[in-house]
């Protein structure tokens, strides 16, 4: 049901993506137990866009219920913390802080596209608290993660950071 989701929500059927990782949820068969974190997750990131509420909710419920996190793509603290950054307010923002502290604490997925994803986040924060020597840090550090090549050679896009071209100029000129 998990995969049959994945698949929906990929051809844009996001509402019956969710009725199929909502099912994962409810379900008590063993198989479906042991997808129940990536079903979480996949239901977060499908309401990012649309309902921050739901996706928040479905990250903190991910985070409290499967800290482990294995079977997912182990970057919930990540999401959760772009959504809480999206807040603007200062709670936010220190949990928004704490969470990317909990993630490089699990010291799992360093890939370069995972991390970039980390510094756009702490730039973020840095911004909002006025810390202009970490904003600087962060993007010079996010900008030598978009250099970098594939991870591993026989799958050229795997953990490659995809930015765009005004990504880049604005990391550019925060750098400096």
């Given at each position: 049901?998990?995969?049959?989701?994945?698949?929906?929500?990929k051809?844009g059927?996001?509402?019956?993506?969710?009725?199929?990782?909502?099912?994962?949820?409810?379900?008590?068969?063993?198989?479906?137990?042991?997808?129940?974190?990536?079903a979480?997750?996949?239901?977060?990131?499908?309401?990012?866009?649309?309902?921050?509420?739901?996706?928040?909710?479905?990250?903190?419920?991910?985070?409290?219920?499967?800290?482990?996190?294995?079977?997912?793509?182990?970057?919930?603290?990540?999401?959760?913390?772009?959504?809480?950054?999206?807040k603007?307010?200062?709670?936010?923002?220190?949990?928004?802080?704490?969470?990317?502290?909990?993630?490089?604490?699990?010291?799992?997925?360093?890939?370069?596209?995972?991390?970039?994803?980390?510094h756009?986040?702490?730039?973020?924060?840095?911004?909002?608290?006025?810390?202009?020597?970490t904003?600087?840090?962060?993007?010079?550090?996010?900008?030598?993660?978009?250099?970098?090549?594939?991870?591993?050679?026989?799958?050229?896009?795997?953990?490659?950071?995809?930015?765009?071209?005004?990504?880049?100029?604005?990391?550019?000129?925060?750098?400096?």
């Amino acid at each position: 049901m998990r995969i049959k989701g994945l698949a929906l929500h990929k051809a844009g059927e996001r509402r019956g993506a969710r009725e199929l990782w909502e099912r994962v949820l409810q379900s008590t068969e063993e198989l479906a137990t042991t997808q129940q974190a990536s079903a979480l997750e996949h239901l977060g990131d499908s309401y990012v866009g649309d309902n921050a509420a739901a996706a928040e909710d479905y990250y903190r419920r991910l985070l409290e219920e499967h800290p482990t996190l294995n079977g997912t793509s182990h970057t919930a603290e990540i999401s959760l913390a772009e959504l809480l950054i999206g807040k603007g307010n200062r709670d936010s923002m220190e949990e928004a802080l704490a969470l990317l502290n909990s993630f490089l604490e699990r010291g799992t997925s360093q890939f370069p596209s995972v991390l970039f994803r980390w510094h756009l986040a702490l730039i973020s924060i840095a911004q909002a608290t006025g810390e202009k020597k970490t904003v600087q840090r962060a993007a010079r550090t996010a900008l030598d993660l978009a250099s970098r090549g594939p991870v591993f050679p026989r799958h050229k896009d795997v953990g490659v950071v995809d930015a765009d071209a005004k990504t880049l100029r604005r990391l550019r000129k925060l750098a400096k």
